[in-house]
Nanobody, 115 residues
Framework: QVHLVESGGGLVQPGGSLRLSCAAS????????MGWYRQAPGKQRELVAT???????NYEDSVKGRFTISMDNAKNAVYLQMDSLKPEDKAVYYC?????????WGQGTQVTVSR
């Protein structure tokens, strides 16, 4: 069974930066996209950013210009560089991998932005 393992979450002050990483526990064949989603308390899970195997990216409006998604196809890994963090970015962040066979979710990593 394949697992996606996230890391890099934590507590940061407003204006600070964090880098999230996500990698598959074993090789996933046919990945065509990976992405990051987040869920704040009392809210639905929402898309943050996605990237295709061809490096096309898509960002939720509130993170454009602050977050950067990247992908390592060979490692089945995806990263999210988060700069200029705001208190409203606080959430559990989940990575997702979409392949021709199935979709996979990570277990989530907490990001807290507070003084």
């Amino acid at each position: 069974q394949v697992h996606l393992v996230e890391s890099g979450g934590g507590l940061v002050q407003p204006g600070g930066s964090l880098r999230l990483s996500c990698a598959a526990s074993r090789r996933i064949l046919g990945i065509y996209a990976m992405g990051w989603y987040r869920q704040a308390p009392g809210k639905q899970r929402e898309l943050v950013a996605t990237i295709t195997s061809g490096a096309r990216t898509n960002y939720e409006d509130s993170v454009k210009g602050r977050f950067t998604i990247s992908m390592d196809n060979a490692k089945n890994a995806v990263y999210l560089q988060m700069d200029s963090l705001k208190p409203e970015d606080k959430a559990v962040y989940y990575c997702k991998a979409d392949s021709t066979g199935d979709s996979y979710w990570g277990q989530g990593t907490q990001v807290t932005v507070s003084r």
